[in-house]
């Protein structure tokens, strides 16, 4: 099986570059292994594959900042919207490279000249090779925010031992719930702890929220404002119908479309443009008070777009994806609204559903009216979101947990 997953990956090798490169060619060589060799040794790599893992990493990172200083913390990420946000927050305070192609000669250049003391991977993130050169060089591997949803289940299954095995090259597993935990114990990962989900410690952004503040004043502070947050294929002209069917009732209403993948701002907004409605792009910033839609046209500004709505939809859950982190429209205290597809974030659906801090739709034509609902009743609203903040922020603690853990390593 190895052997299997070594030659297709080769095979593979020129296709991948050529999507992951596309925007930032100047970088491919990193795929290889091929960085530069830190002062000193990190103390600690840690690799978030996206800008999702590396928003949901950002308090561990802040962390082991502050605990062994600036330099001797390694960021990897797989995509380019990942590492443009490491860089943006971080700078030169981390040492930050592309992960190499999980293949033996690529990975070794890396581990030579990085020599981490330690390593952590985010999430769901499993590299056979990558795992497996850790413990050949007993680097301490830790897991964490690790979680299994029922389609990584299924599929790990399916590989069987191959899979068991990669897991053993761990050295400990910091599950986000005890749900996922029993199926990490269930593959036998050693050490499996649950130690709850990091996103929960993700701090409010505060010149992100300003911002939002400010874009809100210009599409005006009296009318209601509701965004459609990471968004896939469907659900933009979903959302778009929906804000039709809500504008005959809430005439002065706006809605901040907000897709998911920068390759999809271009086909949205088409989308917009044959919808009639007044529009904007925020990368123009001509949007005003008679702005109708807006495009969230940008990386990285999530949290702006969210402070400046009312009501929060999160995509990715009418389209079968799994959902997106609905924990950053809670931190800001606006009542939720996802799809039944919340597969990858079954803890957290969870959580704001008991608190009564979410509603989740059985389909697209559901939206329109729940919307109505909660915009027509501020107050009502309002109390939804602050359940929603309140939920998440009893959940808090985990960085301290798993920095506790990862300093015995």
């Not at 790599?45 to 990172?61: D, K, N, R, T």
């Not at 010149?207 to 009296?222: I, N, P």
Request: proline share 7%; net charge positive.
């Amino acid at each position: 099986m190895r052997w299997l997953y070594g030659v297709g990956l080769c095979l593979l090798l020129p296709l991948l570059l050529v999507v992951l490169h596309r925007s930032d060619p100047s970088r491919w060589l990193q795929r290889f292994g091929q960085v530069a060799r830190p002062s000193r040794p990190p103390e600690v790599w840690i690799h978030a594959a996206s800008m999702g893992e590396v928003q949901a990493a950002s308090p561990l990172i802040d962390a082991c900042l502050g605990r062994w200083g600036a330099g001797r913390v390694a960021v990897t990420t797989m995509t380019a919207t990942g590492s443009a946000l490491v860089q943006r927050r971080w700078g030169d305070r981390l040492v930050h490279a592309y992960l190499p192609f999980d293949l033996p000669f690529c990975l070794r250049p890396l581990l030579d000249r990085w020599q981490p003391r330690r390593c952590v991977v985010m999430e769901s993130e499993l590299w056979p090779n990558l795992f497996r050169a850790l413990h050949r060089r007993q680097v301490p591997l830790l897991l964490a925010n690790a979680r299994m949803s029922p389609r990584s289940l299924r599929r790990y299954r399916r590989l069987g031992s191959w899979f068991g095995r990669t897991l053993q090259c761990v050295t400990g597993v910091a599950a986000q719930s005890e749900h996922d935990a029993h199926h990490y114990r269930e593959f036998g990962a050693p050490q499996v702890r649950m130690l709850g989900n990091l996103k929960f410690d993700c701090p409010l952004p505060p010149e992100a929220v300003a911002a939002g503040q400010a874009w809100r004043r210009r599409l005006g502070t009296d009318r209601p404002v509701w965004i459609a947050a990471s968004t896939h294929r469907d659900e933009d002209g979903w959302a778009l119908q929906a804000h039709r069917t809500l504008l005959e009732t809430q005439p002065d209403a706006a809605l901040i479309l907000v897709p998911r993948h920068p390759q999809r701002f271009g086909p949205a907004w088409e989308q917009i443009r044959t919808s009639g409605l007044r529009r904007a792009r925020r990368s123009n910033g001509d949007f005003d008070g008679q702005t109708q839609v807006l495009l969230g046209d940008s990386m990285g500004e999530m949290w702006a777009y969210l402070a400046a709505a009312d009501v929060a939809f999160v995509g990715g859950s009418l389209a079968p994806v799994g959902g997106h982190n609905v924990l950053e429209p809670a931190a800001l205290a606006r009542p939720v609204l996802f799809g039944p597809c919340m597969h990858n974030f079954l803890p957290a659906r969870a959580l704001l559903m008991e608190a009564e801090a979410a509603i989740e739709l059985q389909g697209p034509k559901a939206l329109a009216p729940r919307l109505a609902e909660l915009l027509s009743d501020p107050t009502a609203a309002q109390a939804m979101g602050q359940r929603a903040r309140r939920a998440r922020e009893g959940h808090q603690g985990a960085t301290r947990r798993v920095m506790q853990w990862l300093e015995t390593l």
